[in-house]
């Protein structure tokens, strides 16, 4: 089993929908949770991080991280064209910074005008 | 956001030859980078961790002697193939950090280097 599992679609959207991107993971050490944006040939570029559980939201942007089920959420309100892109999870323990991310394989998102 | 630079961007590169990836942290100072490999469709794979001024820690599987990596200050970290073959080609993401714990978000991705190896 993968410590991080992850849908890796693709996913096609139509423009204005609401996205909801989904990750799950094993190992309860886990304890910051982000959400990286990859446009294809592009490096990876933070969208959000949590720590620990709870919600946080960003402009069109709101993450969810439920411990107790080991499941993270990312969902996207009035999705646009240019969310059009390869949405990885990432997670790491408490030395964040200082240790690896694991990340989750990508789910590729498309939103269709 | 900071950020990292990655050079160069792509290389096309004949079987055997060894190529340079640099990894430049550009008004930071990276204490620690990362080196990741990312195949199509694939999640990335980390590589190998980096500190400055000592030697990289490698993921298992990962053989030191062909991935090559040099972190001698704290704005840049190499990564070598040496003798580079066809299956070698890839995506290489280098990251930098300039902080641990509650500093999250203080990580940062380059823009990444494809190499194809002929």
């Known amino acids: 089993q993968k410590e991080v599992e992850q849908d890796p679609g693709p996913l096609s959207v139509p423009e204005g929908a609401i996205v909801s991107l989904n990750c799950t993971y094993s190992n309860s050490a886990f304890q910051y949770f982000m959400w990286y944006r990859q446009y294809s040939r592009k490096g990876p570029e933070l969208l959000m991080y949590?720590?620990?559980?709870g919600n946080k939201e960003d402009g069109r942007f709101t993450a969810q991280v439920d411990k107790s089920s080991k499941y993270i959420s990312l969902f996207i309100r009035d999705s646009q064209p240019s969310d059009s892109a390869t949405y990885l999870c990432?997670?790491?323990?408490?030395?964040?910074?200082?240790?690896?991310?694991?990340f989750g394989t990508g789910t590729r998102l498309t939103i269709i005008p | 956001g900071a950020v990292v630079s990655q050079h160069p961007s792509r290389v096309i590169c004949k079987s055997g030859t060894s190529v340079k990836i640099e990894c430049r942290s550009l008004d930071f100072q990276a204490t620690t980078m990362f080196w990741y490999r990312q195949f199509p469709k694939k999640s990335l794979m980390l590589m190998a961790t980096?500190?400055?001024?000592?030697?990289?820690?490698?993921e298992q599987g990962v053989e030191k002697d062909k991935f090559l990596i040099n972190h001698a200050s704290l704005t840049l970290s190499t990564l070598t193939v040496t003798s580079a073959h066809p299956e070698d080609s890839s995506f290489y993401i280098c990251?930098?950090?300039?902080?641990?714990?509650?500093?999250?978000?203080?990580?940062?991705f380059g823009e990444g280097s494809r190499l194809t190896v002929l």
């Open positions: 990251s930098a950090t300039r902080g641990s714990g509650m500093n999250t978000g203080e990580l940062f």
């Open positions: 990432a997670m790491s323990g408490s030395n964040f910074g200082n240790e690896k991310l694991t």
């Open positions: 980096s500190n400055e001024g000592s030697k990289a820690t490698y």
């Open positions: 949590t720590y620990s559980s």
